[in-house]
């Protein structure tokens, strides 16, 4: 990974951390024991206060939506915001599916890119870390990709261009498996559970930044080498860090229903054009044999993009997003 020469703080480091924090935990859990069916939910009240108080501090970051919706499903009730592109209206759409824990907020340096040349959308994850409400339990990714399927019904969304990152990608995938005629395309950035199971060594490496009678120091310290970061790179007053950090504090999860991997038959049988982007340094995903994998698809555009973490759609904005846009113009 290349360090960087400007001992500048970029904002990437500490959100990989948080999300190497959220993801990884979430894959310790799936190896030791599944959660039975739950309700996602937060702890506390004064929990929920904080966290919302940060989520609008880093939503106050994305330019302003045009509309917020709360759409209702059959597991409860999605928060979804839109930014209108009156001049292109004729364009397909992009649904946006955000990683473990990281909420709308974590396409900040993304969207201005993309809602310069179509009409987009954006979920919090039902279940998860965000202002989605859960009312009922999930007990797979059926039942997850169903509630993207009635979110994309409710707000009148028949064709779209499907983008996830990280467990978000494993959920697109698994609308895409379940769903296929709702979508123009896929893309999956970094997608975890999908593509082969996590790296093991990550896995374990988190097992001690997970345990809370730890000292900070040792924890903060433990992440850094996880996600191969210098100290001095981290900012930890990041806004999106913050939420990340406080979702994963005070919001149980622990039912959220984990992608899949997905099978060579199903990977063979997607029928709609699919961009995958995978890492080349903490890739979550399966780095270079999650690539490969993904070659099975008939129709898949496979990158492994140089110097890049699993922050990777915040870390390499610009020329992704302008790679983005060219495989949806191409795919209308």
Do not use: C
């Amino acid at each position: 990974m290349s360090k960087n020469p400007t001992g500048k703080r970029r904002r990437w480091p500490v959100v990989l951390l948080a999300i190497v924090a959220a993801v990884s935990t979430s894959g310790l859990v799936l190896l030791v024991a599944a959660g039975g069916p739950g309700v996602g939910h937060f702890r506390t009240v004064d929990g929920r206060q904080a966290y919302e108080d940060a989520y609008a501090t880093a939503l106050a970051g994305l330019p302003e939506p045009t509309e917020t919706h709360d759409v209702e499903t059959s597991f409860g009730t999605v928060r979804a915001y839109a930014w209108i592109n009156e001049q292109n209206q004729d364009a397909t759409p992009v649904v946006l599916l955000p990683g473990r824990s990281a909420a709308v907020p974590m396409w900040g340096d993304n969207l201005p890119d993309y809602i310069e040349h179509r009409t987009v959308y954006a979920f919090d994850t039902l279940g998860d870390t965000g202002l989605s409400v859960q009312a009922a339990p999930m007990t797979g990714m059926a039942d997850s990709a169903r509630w993207v399927d009635e979110a994309m019904t409710g707000l009148e969304l028949d064709r779209v261009h499907l983008v996830g990152h990280s467990q978000g990608g494993g959920l697109a995938a698994a609308v895409a498996v379940r769903h296929p005629e709702r979508l123009a395309s896929l893309t999956l950035l970094e997608p975890v559970f999908t593509l082969g199971m996590m790296p093991l060594p990550i896995i374990l490496a988190s097992i001690p930044v997970s345990l809370p009678f730890l000292p900070e120091s040792w924890r903060e310290a433990g992440l850094n080498r996880i996600g191969g970061v210098d100290a001095e790179e981290v900012d930890p007053d990041d806004p999106l860090a913050r939420l990340i950090a406080l979702g994963s504090r005070h919001f149980d999860s622990s039912s959220l229903p984990s992608p899949a991997v997905l099978s060579d038959a199903e990977l063979k049988g997607l029928p709609m054009p699919v961009y995958v982007a995978i890492a080349s340094d903490t890739s979550l995903a399966g780095g270079e044999a999650a690539a490969e994998k993904a070659k099975l698809i008939p129709d898949a555009q496979v990158k492994i993009w140089p110097n890049t973490t699993h922050s990777l759609p915040m870390q390499v904005a610009p020329a992704l997003d302008a790679e983005l846009e060219t495989f949806w113009t191409a795919n209308p």
